[in-house]
Structures are given as C-alpha cells and as structure tokens.
C-alpha cells in the first residue's frame, strides 16, 4: 500500500546541532532564564501521585471481564504508562532531586518505573544524555532508526506497522548501534521491577500484569501521545532536525512538546519550559511547529517523502565522551 518511499539514505548534516549556539545566544541576551534551572519541587509529588492511581487501577481490574480489561487498558492505562515513561524523562534530567543528589533521582526512577512493567528506567537515563550531547551522532544517538529501519519501512503499510512497533524499535536499537555494559544500577532495574511484576500477579492475577504490560505497548506505539516521538526528530522540513509541539497533550506529557525548548536548555523542568518560550519568544516563534500530535502520525504515514530515514545525522569529531 503507497508507493515505496525515494529516500535512500539520512539527512547527513556537517554542521554542529543547533541548540548549543542558540542556548549560547539566549543565555546572552536572557541570563535570567538560568534561575528556571534546578528540581522541579512538585514532580516527585505528582509522580507518586500517578504511580498511586495505577496501583488502584491494578485491583479495579483484576475483576473485570477480559474484554473491559483490554477497553481500559488502551483509554487510561496506556495514557498513564505513556506519560510515566516521560517522567522518567523528566527525572532522567535530576529534576525531581537536582544534581546534587543524583542517585535518588536513579532511584526514584525505579519506582516511577514500577508500573509500567518493562525494566528501561536506568538504560534510558545513560543513552538519553548521550542523544542530548550527540545529538545525530553516527552510531551513538540511539534515538536515529537503523539502517534496516530506513531500508525495510518505506511503504505507507510497512511505516503503519511500524509506528505500531515502536516500543520493540527503541528496546532493540541501542543493542544494535552502541551497546554498551551492564551497570549494577541496570541489574538493579530488572530485578525491582521483576519482583514486583511477580508479586503483582501472585496478589491480583494475571489481569493487572496484562493490563500493565499491554498499556505500555500500546502507549508507545499506535496512540495520540506517540506522535511526540515522530514530531520531536523526524525532519518534515529540509534543515529543520527538532522541532515543538505546543498543544494540549503537553498537560499529560510533562512539557515534552516544548522540545526544542528542552535540547537548548535540558536542565530545565517540563513546567518551566512554557516561560523559556515566553521570555525568548523571538527565538522560538518562527521555528517550525506542530499543533497536534495525531496529524503528524497521519502526516507520516500518508506522505511518500517521509519514512524513518527523516532524520539529520552527523559524523562526530573529537572525543566522544558516552554516559
């Protein structure tokens, strides 16, 4: 179905990343926009708050029928785990706790992690940091789709399926373009999480695990809030490699749609990324911007230019300095 996309290759670029210089600039005319930087004292409260709510959903529905599990799993247990993984996010940037106590930011991503059923808190954070620093970078940002990706997924069916994929992509990518060893923080990470998945199942049965593990999947593949992860990177516009969402969405997703808010200024909270754009509104109002999340899903879909080969990439000189 739909012709096979032209694409043959990525986007390569032999420029730096953009947001280096344009943090440089704002932070120049701007330098108050550095006291948004730090903890977001309200993130652990609502993190708890969500973690809380998918442990009532877990006994609400250990009664249910298998039909009403499947129903809820998709309209509010894939929301949920969706928007947990981007707390993760958050706290993968020591937000919840600042730099100064980093390993209970580590910690506390454990327990975000709970409820979304698959053990990913503590890789994300070491392969995150090096999409922040590298962005692009040839066999080191693992957020760039293989070369299989771009060469298999090139047809309006094949980008369908895989968009439903998208979950099964971003678990196997890293092993396949910068693997790296097994920290005991990630040993960690699997036996928390395997542990509780198996208390879990021994206190309320197999329909709570199902519905965990199945809004997960769900959540990160053929659903409203994946969109975030075609529109942030994929380039819809030649020389345009992120890009922002300022819709509703960003009330479930922790600001995430402010992304290229985020790449100049990382260490700022999701909450406070809406005064960035506020305050450097000249640098961000004429940039490239989506008003929904589903459209670019379509968009990516239906459009013969585009396929996961979209993406800039880059050569990287120097030292390369892997979290």
Known sequence: MGNRVPREDYEWVYTDQPHADRRKDILAKYPEIKTLMGPDPRLKWIVCMMVLIQFLAFYLVKDLDWKWVLFWTYAFGSCINHSMTLAIHEISHNTAFGNNRAMWNRWFA????????L?????FKRYHLDHHRYLGGDGVDVDIPTEFEGWFFCTRFR???WIILQPLFYAIRPLCINPKPITRLEVANVAVQLSFNVALYWLCG???VVYMMAGSLLGMGLHPISGHFIAEHYMFLKGHETYSYYGSLNLLTFNVGYHNEHHDFPSIPGRRLPLVKKIASEYYDDLPQYTSWVKVL????????LCPYSRVKRRLKGDVKLE
């Open 110 to 117: 454990m327990f975000a992690n709970l409820p979304i059923g």
């Open 119 to 123: 053990p990913y808190s503590a890789s």
């Open 159 to 161: 980008k369908f399926v």
């Open 206 to 208: 197999a329909k709570p």
């Open 298 to 305: 379509y968009d990516f879909i239906m459009d013969d230019q």
